[in-house]
């Protein structure tokens, strides 16, 4: 994959330092959905851009003093209004999924594109997130391998929830169908349906 195949249109670019290169010959097969907000609960700032590439002052708030030794990063960043922000390219290996298993393998960040949304479990998410994220998944299958979608509390059950329990499975079947037809948008959700 060249560079530029490796960058989502329409994305604005803002590269991590928290990121590597992917095993060899590692085919992309799945993409993780998160969810985030820093401080929790709080939409609309740029804390996590700023967390997502060294960048925060972790004085700024209090909740942030235990952020401070981590470096993570996604592919994807989609905001409330939509907006998607691309801190990795898709053939690079982003830092999101932490100790993980899916389908039996492990440590998923190296076969996985990661897909953060700005939410929380306590609230639900946006229309323009439901509709952005579907197309930038829909642009994800047509250029990467990707047999299924998951969540981070999928390939981590026990340690982590995001995108947690207002993110409606169901609806994201929906809006996928409208770019990829049922029968495709229903495949990639059927190996997290069986393990949810
Ligand atoms: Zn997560």
């Given at each position: ?16 330092p928290?990121v ?22 709080e ?5 996590v851009e700023r967390?997502f590439?060294?960048?925060?002052d972790c004085?700024?708030?209090q909740?942030?003093a ?7 990063s ?7 209004d ?19 298993r899916w ?16 939410g ?15 197309s930038?998944?829909?642009?994800l ?11 981070h509390?999928?390939i981590?059950p026990g ?5 947690g329990p207002?993110f409606?499975w ?8 409208a770019?990829l037809?049922?029968a ?10 069986a393990?949810a």
């Amino acid at each position: 994959m060249s560079q530029t195949a490796g960058l989502l249109s329409g994305a604005r670019q803002l590269p991590s330092p928290n990121v590597d290169e992917r095993p060899p010959e590692e085919a992309v097969t799945l993409a993780v959905l998160h969810a985030i907000s820093l401080p929790p609960e709080e939409f609309g700032g740029d804390a996590v851009e700023r967390f997502f590439t060294n960048c925060l002052d972790c004085n700024a708030h209090q909740y942030f003093a235990q952020l401070r030794e981590l470096r993570v990063s996604s592919h994807l960043f989609i905001r409330r209004d939509g907006e998607v922000i691309q801190f990795a390219p898709f053939d690079a290996r982003a830092w999101h999924a932490g100790v993980s298993r899916w389908r039996g393998r492990e440590r998923c960040n190296d076969f996985s594109v990661g897909i953060e949304l700005e939410g929380s479990d306590q609230q639900p998410f946006s229309d323009a997130q439901y509709q952005r994220l579907a197309s930038c998944l829909a642009e994800l299958v047509a250029r990467l391998p990707i047999a299924d979608i998951a969540g981070h509390a999928d390939i981590a059950p026990g340690r982590k929830t995001d995108p947690g329990p207002h993110f409606d499975w169901s609806r994201l079947q929906r809006e996928l169908a409208a770019h990829l037809g049922q029968a495709r948008a229903a495949a990639l959700l059927a190996a997290r349906r069986a393990c949810a």
